[in-house]
Structure formats: structure tokens, C-alpha cells
């Protein structure tokens, strides 16, 4: 986004003098607010992205895992570990109640 930012620099100084200051001041103003807006998503998509490759993780885990020790997904009251398909079951069924 910084050499967007350098043209759209560029482009409002050439038009100092000119009599289109006003449209490219407006055109500079959308273009910052784009842009501030286009990094606040990809700091959401990165903070998504990390969420699902936690869930990833936990979803890929060997159910040996609380045998031999580590992070991993279970469910109470039956104490039994899930990962896979199962996984994606209890963890929606939990999130539609």
C-alpha cells in the first residue's frame, strides 16, 4: 500500500495549483480511508486465520494425546477425547445451544 499512497501523494501535489485541487483532495481523503479500512480486515482475517489453524490442531490431534500427554480436545461429562468429524460435531452442536 506505500507506493498507492507515494501516486495518490503525487497526484495531489501536481494538482496544488490546479483547479481539480478539491476533487483530488476528496480522491486522497477516500484513498486513506481505504486503505485504513483494507488494514483493519487483514488484521481480522489474520486474527481468523489463527483461530482456525488452533482449531486445526486441536481437530488433527491424535486421540492417544491424553495418554501420552499435550494439548487437546475433549467433552465432559463422558471424559473422552475428540478430534476429526467428531470435533466438528460437539463443537457445533455446543454453539447452536
Known amino acids: 500500500m506505500g507506493d498507492f499512497h507515494r501516486r495518490v501523494q503525487r497526484m495531489y501535489e501536481r ?21 485504513a479500512i483494507a488494514a483493519e480486515a487483514d488484521d481480522e482475517i489474520q486474527g481468523l486465520r489463527k483461530d482456525a489453524e488452533r482449531y486445526r490442531f486441536l481437530r488433527d490431534r491424535d486421540l492417544e494425546t491424553v495418554t501420552e500427554g499435550g494439548v487437546f480436545a475433549g467433552m465432559t461429562p463422558d471424559n473422552v477425547v475428540l478430534n476429526g468429524e467428531d470435533l466438528d460435531r460437539a463443537v457445533d452442536n455446543r454453539m447452536e445451544q
Open 15 to 35: 494538482a496544488k495549483n490546479d483547479d481539480k485541487r478539491d476533487e483530488v483532495t476528496a480522491f486522497k481523503a477516500a484513498c486513506l480511508t481505504s486503505m
